[in-house]
């Protein structure tokens, strides 16, 4: 069975870190051991340490940003398959210009392993136990075709599962149990 969440279901959080604050998408619960979210990235910044926790990152909106770890820096895309990383990696993030908003998955290590895409209206299918579609609010929003079509409207995220084809720009994630 399939939701859809808007704007008024969404939670403004604040970073561990202090330097800012997400805004929680889907989470499964408020102790979660999912948390699908949004952030604006106005500054160089380390990321909050989440120990335990496979993170999945992309750019959202904006002219790019580029994350330093390992003593090495890397884009972070902005269309296809989402950087992975863990947690409890020592990440600072570098915005390429004003604007720069990303999209980042958590996962508790020891309950879940998932991926996440970004699409930019390239038809995209996918399977999970959980599935979370979310249409960006600056796009034209995303078709879902499952056991019917559900449209996602822009700043919309569905939460379902199955299989699902979609056509639209949107950021898709799969989860399965460990």
């Given at each position: 069975m399939?939701r859809v969440?808007g ?18 998408l889907a989470?499964d ?5 999912w948390?699908l979210s949004i ?8 990321f909050?340490?989440?120990p335990g926790?496979?993170r999945?990152?992309?750019?959202l909106?904006g002219p790019?940003?580029k ?5 090495k820096?890397v884009l972070?895309?902005s269309e296809?398959?989402a950087l992975a990383?863990a947690?409890?990696?020592?990440v600072?993030?570098e915005?390429?210009?004003p604007g ?5 998955l958590m996962?508790r ?7 996440m895409?970004l699409?930019?209206?390239k038809?995209?299918?996918?399977a999970?136990?959980?599935l ?6 600056s ?7 499952a056991d ?10 569905l939460?379902?599962n199955?299989?699902v084809?979609?056509?639209?720009t949107a950021v898709?994630c ?5």
């Open positions: 399939s969440l704007p008024s279901d969404y939670r403004r959080v604040a970073w561990k870190n202090g330097l800012g604050s997400t805004l929680e989470v619960a408020l102790d979660w051991t948390r952030a604006d990235v106005p500054a160089a910044a380390p909050s340490a989440f926790v496979d999945f990152l992309a750019c909106e790019g940003l994350i330093s770890r390992a003593g820096s972070v895309p296809g398959e990383f947690g409890e990696e020592a600072s993030g915005p390429l210009g720069v908003r990303d999209v980042n996962l290590r020891d309950r879940w392993r998932g991926r895409h699409t930019r209206g038809p995209f299918t996918i999970g136990d959980i979370l579609v979310h249409a960006p609010a796009s034209e929003g995303a078709r879902v075709e019917s079509t559900v449209a996602v409207l822009p700043g919309s995220t939460i379902g199955g299989r084809s979609l056509d639209g898709v799969a989860l399965e149990p460990r």
